[in-house]
């Protein structure tokens, strides 16, 4: 498993951007996938964006494609999230995932609060 570390977030107004990170220790983690999801209150957490372990290979939940971007560092064992064009309902608590293939994930990051007010 890799420990995840998250940073990052905040509070932004609507139009705004941020950008998370989520720092990992662990051997594996140039060798795995790593994603992004979030829960907003009362909800269920949803998928976000997905990066292959190379970083060639990218996945976005609809709701975010075109706004924001997922990239990674495997030099820093870092992975990024830049949310540009932030909207209210892009509120929420976001966490970031590692995992032996994208959509197959068993480390969690701590989780960030993310609120975008109108």
């Known amino acids: 498993q890799v420990h995840l570390v998250q940073s990052g977030g905040g509070l932004v107004q609507a139009g705004g951007s941020l950008r998370l990170s989520c720092a990992a220790s662990g051997r594996t983690f140039s060798s795995g996938a790593m994603g992004w999801f979030r829960q907003a209150p009362g909800k269920e957490r949803e998928f976000v964006a997905a990066i292959s372990w190379t970083g060639g290979v990218t996945f976005y939940a609809d709701s975010v494609k075109g706004r924001f971007t997922i990239s990674r560092d495997n030099a820093k064992n870092t992975v990024y999230l830049q949310m540009n064009s932030l909207k209210p309902e892009d509120t929420a608590v976001y966490y970031c995932?590692?995992?032996?293939?994208?959509?197959?994930?068993?480390?969690w990051g701590q989780g960030t609060q993310v609120t975008v007010s109108s």
């Open positions: 995932a590692a995992g032996p293939g994208v959509g197959n994930y068993n480390s």
